[in-house]
């Protein structure tokens, strides 16, 4: 009877769920496109993962970026999972792209034709619509990324890493929306963790008090993006897909709101370096008496100038590796 009880709950929760995806498509047909093959794919239930854009406008140059996304996507579908880029384009939140799609938007970084898209910019973006000949763009960050899946039925979303509390969050309040948005919505982040740029125990302590269960792959401490190494422990280790998709629709059944955090640890040789190079920037920054909202700045600029092109073929690594997992 017990076993009866919980499956006529999942399968409640699982009807509510695609009555959400249903009221969506109908009600928001003029802001929201879902391109043909993600919309088959979500009404009959086959597994759909989401990716961001601004990692393709802004994350890398051109044609690197194009690169990246279009293999990020082959990966996906080489393992049967229908590919989501997910992104705003002249005033419609299109949730995936064609191959031209694709190109245009890789090219609309450098060409001023793409605004980073954070949660609260979405209305902006759509209401207000700018007169050009050219398209426009809105690159969805991790948190847009989440709200636009979510509202499109889509559970899971794959990126490079999640922003979080910067260093002397607590005294600037400089904290990233995505942790905002994965208190609110609920979707699966699949991550290489937090740059280790940002305060990243604190950024885990905002995710504690905002009652987001945050997950290791297969490790014990949490992954500071480029290295798989940054002395905090993570708070639950989880050793399959499995293990994920249970600790997800447990969260469904309670009528959790919350998202949920899978990191996973970079494999890629470089990462170390790159990891020396940061903690080496931010011994500098502290004796230079750089501080605030310049800290970042300096420190991109150092890592850039004493890695070579070694964090941009990183930072490619681990997207992939991750939409590997």
């Not at 002249?90 to 980073?116: H, P, Q, V």
């Not at 950024?203 to 008090?209: A, H, K």
Request: proline letters at 4%; charged letters at 25%; glycine letters at 6%.
């Amino acid at each position: 009877n017990k076993l009866k009880t919980m499956l006529a709950q999942r399968h409640l929760a699982i009807i509510r769920h695609y009555a959400i995806i249903n009221r969506t498509l109908t009600t928001s047909k003029s802001i929201i496109k879902i391109k043909e093959d993600v919309q088959d794919a979500i009404l009959n239930g086959k597994p759909v993962v989401a990716l961001e854009s601004t990692i393709i406008a802004h994350g890398f140059p051109y044609p690197e970026n194009l690169q990246v996304a279009k293999e990020a996507e082959r990966i996906l579908r080489s393992k049967n999972v229908v590919p989501a880029t997910i992104a705003v384009k002249d005033g419609s939140c299109r949730i995936g792209l064609t191959e031209e799609e694709l190109e245009d938007l890789a090219k609309s970084g450098k060409a001023g034709r793409a605004r980073k898209c954070s949660t609260r910019d979405l209305p902006i973006i759509l209401g207000v619509h700018e007169n050009s000949n050219e398209t426009r763009w809105g690159a969805t960050t991790v948190a847009s990324t989440m709200k636009l899946a979510h509202l499109a039925g889509i559970s899971t979303f794959v990126t490079g890493g999640i922003g979080g509390v910067h260093r002397d969050g607590h005294v600037t309040m400089d904290v990233s929306a995505d942790l905002t948005e994965l208190s609110r919505t609920p979707v699966v982040v699949v991550s290489a963790g937090i740059k280790s740029i940002l305060d990243i125990k604190r950024t885990l302590e905002v995710l504690e008090t905002n009652s987001v269960p945050t997950l290791g792959w297969k490790t014990d401490e949490f992954p500071a993006f480029f290295s798989p190494y940054s002395g905090v422990k993570c708070p639950t280790r989880v050793e399959s897909a499995k293990d994920v998709a249970s600790i997800y629709w447990s969260a469904r059944d309670l009528n959790m709101p919350q998202g949920m955090v899978v990191a996973v640890p970079n494999d890629d040789p470089a990462g170390a370096n790159i990891e020396k190079a940061i903690q080496d920037a931010l011994k500098e920054a502290k004796e230079l008496d750089i501080n605030g909202q310049d800290v970042t700045p300096f420190i991109l600029k150092y890592v850039s100038e004493h890695t070579g092109g070694e964090s941009l073929r990183s930072n490619a690594a681990l997207v992939k590796h991750n939409v590997t997992i």
